[in-house]
């Protein structure tokens, strides 16, 4: 073999020996748990020093802000949709949900279903779940995103804030009526229904100056 085929086949086997060598270092660091470093740096989904978010308790309960949940209900298709704010710490909100459960199925009837806003703070956002459980109510429930005053202004920049309230909103999203306190199956109801019968209702139900006062269009 003469000089120069004798480099080649030397350079060539030195090749082969350092390629067998990485790969064996490699395998090593695999087995070891250790990975092999970026050749072109941090990889744009993992930059150095990012702490991963930690995950969101899992309540059952999907949070909305007022623009997300007035958007739901223009996609949502129906003729209308009642939304009931209330708070499981609240005891006039605790007695008036067995009734809003047992009067949603007529609601839904003419299609204006009936949709629960827990307005709990997160750390409660649980508790709101437990307590919908445990009266065995099915309806579609969300959690009110903080701060509690942008959700208040974007349902009704009327509400002072006050629980539980209910609120009769058009396919477009527009508020057509306000329960502004506890509502009774008899003052809820007739609403409803005048609404899905294309009766003109628009209008309140303020219970904070009287029991059953009402004022707007057609009440006066």
């Known amino acids: 073999m003469s000089s120069r085929s ?21 395998r090593a660091r695999r ?37 997300t949940l007035l958007q739901k209900i223009k996609d949502s298709g129906h003729r209308g949709v009642v939304v009931n704010a209330w708070a499981s710490w609240c005891d006039p909100c605790r007695e008036e949900l067995p009734m809003l459960a047992r009067v949603a199925p007529q609601l839904a009837a003419v299609d204006v279903p009936l949709w629960l806003v827990s307005v709990d703070d997160p750390d409660g956002f649980a508790a709101a779940r437990a307590l919908l459980d445990s009266l065995h109510i099915e309806l579609a429930s969300f959690a009110a995103a903080p701060p509690l005053q942008d959700f208040k202004t974007a349902l009704n920049p009327g509400w002072p804030g006050m629980i539980p309230v209910s609120f009769l909103f058009d396919s477009t999203g527009k508020l057509r009526y306000f329960w502004a306190g506890e509502v009774y199956e008899k003052e809820l109801v007739p609403i409803v229904l005048g609404f899905a019968a294309g009766k003109h209702i628009d209008g309140v139900s303020d219970f904070g100056n009287a029991p059953g006062a009402t004022h707007g269009p057609g009440h006066e």
Do not use: H, K, Y
């Not at 004798?6 to 490699?26: I, K, R, T």
């Not at 930059?47 to 909305?64: C, H, Y």
């Open 31 to 67: 087995a070891s748990g250790v990975a092999s470093a970026e050749p072109l740096g941090p990889r744009i989904d993992s930059p150095l020093g990012a702490t991963p978010a930690a995950p969101a308790p899992d309540t059952g309960l999907p949070i909305v802000d007022g623009p």
């Open 6 to 26: 004798f480099l080649g086949f030397a350079l060539g086997l030195s090749a082969l020996l350092a390629l067998d060598a990485c790969s064996l270092n490699e």
